[in-house]
C-alpha cells in the first residue's frame, strides 16, 4: 500500500537535518510517496477571524515539537531500503497540490536581499483560493499559485551533526527553485544508511531570488515516486524537467555560487555527451541560463537550465 504521510508531531522534525535522525517510515526503491507538510510557527498563524483555518494537527506539533535552528517543519525523515553513501534518490515529483486556505509572507529587520528596505519588517496572511489556483494579495492582485517545496533533503553525514535546515548544501535541503514542480524529477546524494528524505517548506508562489525572506509560506501535499540509484557518486544535487537539464550551486558568494553550478553543467555535459569541457564551456556560454535561486539563505542559491535540445547532435 503506498505510504500516505502526514505532519504529526511525530512525524515532522523542526529547522534541522541531522544524518543520526531514526526514520518515521521505510519504502523500497520504486514506491509512491504521498508526504502532507504545514508552514509556520505559532507567531506566523493567521489571526482568528480572518477566514483561513488552521489545521489541528499544525496546533498539534506547534505545542508538542522542540524548534531547531531553523524554521522550517519537515515531514520524514523517511528511509528508502537498501540505500547507502555514494547512492543517489531519484525523486520524481508527480503532484503538488495546495493544502492550506492561506500562507504568510514575512520581512524580517535586517535579512533578504535589502535589509534595510523596510526596518520595522512585518508578517502577512495572504488567502489561498484553492479551487482558482490563486494567493490575494492585500491591494488586489491575483498571483497564480505554482507551488512547490522549497525544502527536499536527504540527511547530510550523521559526522556532520545537526545542521540548521536554513542552508542548503551538497543534501539538497533547503533548495528554493522554483522549478521542482510537479513532472520535475530532483537526484539527490544519499550521505547516510537509508538516505533519510524529508521533505517541507511549501511556497504556493515565488520568484527567482525569494528576495524579501520568504515567499508565500504554506502547507501543501506532494506525491513522489522515489527510485535508489546505486552508486550514483553525485556531488551535490541536479534536477531535470521536460524541457531542462538544471545544475545547482550554493555559496555565501553569489559568484560563486554560480561557479559551481557552471561547473556541474560542464560536467553534466561532458558525462552525456562527446563534447570536451571547453566545448561544454561555450555551450553553456549560447545556451545555458544562469539564475539567481535564492538570496537569503546564508548560503546563496543560482540554478544552471540548459534545454534538452542542447544535448542533441553532441554524441
Not at 110 to 126: K, S
Not at 221 to 234: P, S
Request: net charge negative.
Amino acid at each position: 500500500m503506498p505510504l500516505d504521510l502526514f505532519p504529526t508531531p511525530e512525524c515532522v522534525h523542526w529547522g534541522f537535518f541531522d544524518g543520526t535522525l531514526p526514520p518515521v517510515a521505510e519504502i523500497a526503491s520504486g514506491d509512491v510517496v504521498t508526504i502532507h507538510t504545514v508552514s509556520g510557527g505559532t507567531e506566523d498563524l493567521p489571526p482568528d477571524g480572518r477566514g483561513m483555518t488552521v489545521r489541528p494537527e499544525h496546533r498539534r506539533i506547534l505545542a508538542a515539537v522542540e524548534p531547531g535552528p531553523g524554521p522550517h517543519i519537515m515531514t520524514g525523515p523517511i528511509a528508502v531500503r537498501g540505500a547507502e553513501p555514494g547512492d543517489a534518490l531519484r525523486v520524481e515529483i508527480l503532484e503538488v497540490s495546495l493544502r492550506d486556505d492561506w500562507g504568510f509572507n514575512l520581512i524580517r529587520p535586517g535579512a533578504g536581499a535589502l535589509p534595510d528596505l523596510a526596518p520595522g519588517g512585518g508578517r502577512i496572511h495572504l488567502p489561498i483560493d484553492r479551487a482558482r489556483g490563486v494567493i490575494q494579495m492585500p491591494w488586489g492582485l491575483e498571483i497564480p499559485a505554482r507551488p512547490f517545496f522549497g525544502v527536499i533533503g536527504t540527511a547530510p553525514p550523521p559526522a556532520d551533526g545537526q545542521l540548521t535546515s536554513i542552508v542548503p548544501g551538497a543534501f539538497g535541503g533547503n533548495i528554493d527553485n522554483k522549478e521542482l514542480t510537479a513532472g520535475a524529477v530532483l537526484h539527490l546524494p544519499v550521505w547516510t544508511a537509508g538516505a533519510l528524505l524529508s521533505v517541507g517548506d511549501g511556497h504556493a508562489a515565488q520568484g527567482d531570488g525569494e528576495v524579501c525572506l520568504t515567499a508565500v509560506e504554506t502547507g501543501l501535499t506532494g506525491r513522489f515516486r522515489v527510485e535508489l540509484v546505486k552508486g550514483a557518486g553525485l556531488a551535490g544535487p541536479w534536477a531535470e524537467t521536460a524541457d531542462h537539464v538544471i545544475t545547482m550551486g550554493f555559496d555565501p558568494d553569489l559568484d560563486e555560487a554560480a561557479r559551481i553550478a557552471l561547473r556541474a553543467m560542464i560536467a553534466l555535459i561532458s558525462g552525456r555527451t562527446a563534447l570536451s569541457a571547453e566545448e561544454a564551456y561555450r555551450l553553456c556560454s549560447v545556451a545555458a541560463d544562469l539564475r539567481v535561486t535564492q538570496l537569503v539563505n546564508r548560503h546563496k542559491g543560482i540554478h544552471a537550465l540548459l534545454p534538452r535540445w542542447a544535448l542533441h547532435g553532441a554524441s
